[in-house]
């Protein structure tokens, strides 16, 4: 089971929340911390989110800071930096 599921993460709220991050697979590396700070703020506009912020907060500081933004992960999903990854996207 996924991190968002334990967290209890309504499925009506993930479809929106998931979609923020995408942009991250191609954000500067140097820049990712700045764009997880971005999908922090932007989330306040979606449905739900009244009912997510402590979860939000959990999932993004305790989860996927700690799990996904490590120095050795980040080159594994972003594609920025990689040889002709701007045709590719």
């Given at each position: 089971m996924g991190k968002m599921e334990?967290?209890?993460?309504e499925n009506r709220f993930i479809n929106g929340f998931?979609?923020?991050f995408d942009f991250l697979t191609i954000v500067d590396r140097?820049?990712?911390m700045f764009g997880v700070e971005?999908?922090?703020m932007k989330?306040?506009?979606?449905?739900g989110f009244e009912e997510h912020t402590v979860l939000i907060d959990k999932f993004?500081?305790?989860?996927f800071i700690k799990q996904w933004c490590?120095?050795?992960l980040i080159p594994m999903w972003n594609y920025n930096g990689r040889e002709g990854w701007e045709?590719?996207?």
């Open positions: 334990d967290l209890k993460m998931l979609r923020l140097s820049l990712i971005y999908i922090r989330s306040a506009y979606l449905e993004i500081d305790e989860y490590t120095k050795r045709k590719k996207m």
